[in-house]
């Protein structure tokens, strides 16, 4: 079964601390997305990768860094967090061509609370 | 990507068909409609995704208008479960890491 994994469900930080999210698929594709989705503006873009050590900014890369080092992990990072980052976090991945290149499979979503 | 126009939130009463409309008056030729649902503190789940023709699987239907512009999900029983809310996205798919970009989409509750 497919499966697109998330380090934590929940997560509290605290304001200036650095935090990694990290995603993990066990199907070998290329292309992995970081969204985060917020109460009214829906899902929104943040980084994505489609090949180890390649990421492209997506709408809202501020403040935001990723590293992608091998194929089926991608993480996300926040040097120094901030309280307008509070957020639920979703990673998802899909494969350039073949089965699966029509459906873009996501993780169950990390909710991060910044004090 | 075209962006698309959904409707904010729709009943439905439990057993009935629910129909969620899309507008997507500015598509391309080679813009597929993409289907994909979210329930409540899951990640978004694809459902369908369609170019021209109607298309059907386990999950739902798809209807696009002739000229493109328009479609409808139709889930034909709609149980509880279904309650989500529901994203309509275009998307070109001759490309191979196109991200999906998605709007505020319809909440739709399923009703007792």
């Known amino acids: 079964d497919v499966k697109v994994t998330q380090s934590s469900r929940y997560l509290v930080k605290r304001t200036g601390e650095k935090v990694f999210l990290e995603c993990v698929q066990d199907?070998?594709?290329?292309?992995m997305f970081w969204y985060r989705q917020d109460p009214g503006l829906g899902l929104r873009l943040i980084y994505f990768s489609y090949d180890v050590k390649m990421k492209e900014k997506g709408d809202i890369p501020e403040g935001y860094s990723v590293s992608r080092e091998k194929k089926e992990r991608f993480s996300l990072i926040l040097e120094s967090a901030s309280t307008n980052q509070t957020s639920m976090y979703l990673c998802?991945?899909?494969?350039?061509?073949?089965?699966?290149?029509?459906?873009?499979?996501f993780g169950p979503g990390t909710r991060l609370t910044v004090l | 990507d075209a962006k698309t126009t959904q409707p904010p939130s729709m009943d439905c009463a439990e057993g009935r068909a629910a129909n969620l409309p899309c507008n997507h008056s500015t598509i391309s030729g080679n813009e597929y409609v993409y289907w994909y649902r979210q329930i409540h503190s899951q990640g978004p789940q694809y459902i369908i995704h369609g170019l021209k023709n109607n298309e059907t699987n386990e999950m739902a239907s798809l209807i696009i208008t002739e000229d493109r512009k328009s479609s409808t999900l139709i889930l034909p029983h709609a149980t509880l479960r279904d309650t989500a809310v529901y994203y309509c996205?275009?998307?070109?798919?001759?490309?191979?890491?196109?991200?999906?970009?998605f709007g505020k989409g319809t909440r739709l509750s399923v009703i007792a």
């Open positions: 996205i275009v998307r070109v798919v001759d490309s191979g890491n196109t991200p999906l970009v």
């Open positions: 199907m070998d594709h290329e292309n």
């Open positions: 998802a991945s899909f494969p350039h061509s073949g089965a699966g290149y029509n459906e873009q499979f």
